[in-house]
């Protein structure tokens, strides 16, 4: 009886190893996406549209404060970026939200700057090519 109980205990044991590593892989997985928010988060806060823009898509649909751009191209954007950054000054960028799967990624943070604070909407496209903003919205919160 007792040597059955430790082989029950052993098989158990050997059985639930696979799923739970499997789970861990699964959970990095999961990490990893999330992760394309970390240098853009970081550059929205420095306010850095050079470094931003890199991440842009040839063509991206941006709206600033109520102006929208359906297709505005990579310069078009950075510019836009810089004008906006240039009249804000931010300070401080947070991630409240983050979804998506397969290819789309977004997230929703918000913005702090000297006179006012926003909302900001990204969502950006994971491709073998690398991930590229695909859609960037800044709103008054």
């Not at 240098?39 to 890199?54: F, N, V």
């Amino acid at each position: 009886m007792r040597g059955t109980g430790i082989m029950l205990t052993l098989a158990l044991l050997f059985m639930g190893l696979p799923f739970s590593s499997r789970a861990q892989n699964i959970a990095l997985i999961g990490e990893n996406d999330a992760d394309v928010f970390v240098p853009i988060g970081k550059y929205i806060q420095q306010g850095d549209a050079e470094s931003l823009s890199a991440w842009f898509a040839d063509n991206l649909e941006m709206t600033i404060l109520g102006k929208s751009n359906d297709c505005c191209s990579k310069s078009q954007a950075k510019e836009i970026m810089q004008a906006f950054f240039d009249a804000n000054h931010p300070h401080k960028f947070e991630i409240i939200h983050k979804s998506g799967e397969n290819i789309m990624r977004h997230a929703i943070g918000r913005l702090y700057c000297t006179q006012n604070n926003y909302s900001i909407t990204v969502t950006v496209l994971i491709g073998e090519k690398g991930n590229h903003i695909q859609i960037l919205k800044i709103e008054n919160n």
